[in-house]
């Protein structure tokens, strides 16, 4: 019997692309993230799209989760049952944006935005900052402004501060070509009153682990 002798294999032939200029990252429309998340990637990560990047949080530390509660009670005090205080929940900002913030505060009740789709705005936003505070100063913050959140407040739970940010307008330095032009730092002794709600009342302490 003939011996037989094994065929070579032949693999695809490789093309050679040349690429001119710098290489461009690929960015992630929300429509894409949200499939991504349909399909089961990123399960027991927390994940935000923020202007086409996908952005890994990191774990929450109970003085972060504290300050998430405390702000929340806070929150609902102050706005009532006509307001929505959402707790982490996502916001769909722009057509490359779902950002989770710690807080926001949605006009109208739970039933009354029963709709498929997130909101695309809030009348406050607040993040609570225990060791992302540049990430949301300067990354949040320019995005909050650039879509027209009016009030953007972080709770900075290192140096026990709440910053208010507000009055959105061009800044060319900024990240996203925005920025807040109004900002406040307040000490624990302090009162903020919200935008959307000017007879309510919240002291800086109320909300500070």
């Known amino acids: 019997m003939q011996k037989q002798v094994a065929k070579p294999v032949l693999m695809p032939a490789v093309q050679r692309v040349t690429v001119s200029g710098t290489p461009k990252t690929r960015r992630w429309s929300a429509e894409e993230?949200?499939?991504?998340?349909?399909?089961?990637?990123f399960l027991g990560q927390r994940v935000e799209l923020l202007?086409?990047?996908?952005?890994?949080?990191?774990?929450q530390k109970n003085w972060h989760a504290i300050g998430i509660g405390l702000g929340d009670q806070a929150l609902r005090k102050a706005f009532g049952p006509q307001y929505w205080v959402r707790v982490q929940m996502s916001l769909d900002l722009t057509p490359n944006s779902v950002l989770d913030p710690d807080l926001a505060v949605i006009a109208g009740t739970i039933r009354q935005n029963a709709t498929v789709t997130n909101p695309k705005?809030?009348?406050?936003?607040?993040?609570?900052?225990?060791t992302t505070l540049r990430y949301d100063r300067l990354w949040k913050g320019s995005l909050y402004a650039r879509v027209g959140i009016e009030d953007y407040w972080i709770l900075n739970v290192k140096d026990r501060q709440l910053e208010v940010y507000r009055k959105p307008v061009p800044d060319a330095k900024a990240r996203y070509g925005y920025a807040y032009d109004d900002v406040m730092y307040l000490d624990e002794k302090k009162w903020i009153t919200p935008l959307a709600k000017p007879k309510a009342k919240i002291r800086v302490a109320d909300m500070s682990p």
């Open 33 to 41: 993230f949200y499939r991504l998340l349909d399909e089961g990637y």
């Open 51 to 59: 202007e086409g990047e996908i952005i890994e949080m990191a774990a």
């Open 121 to 130: 705005n809030a009348l406050l936003v607040m993040e609570v900052a225990v």
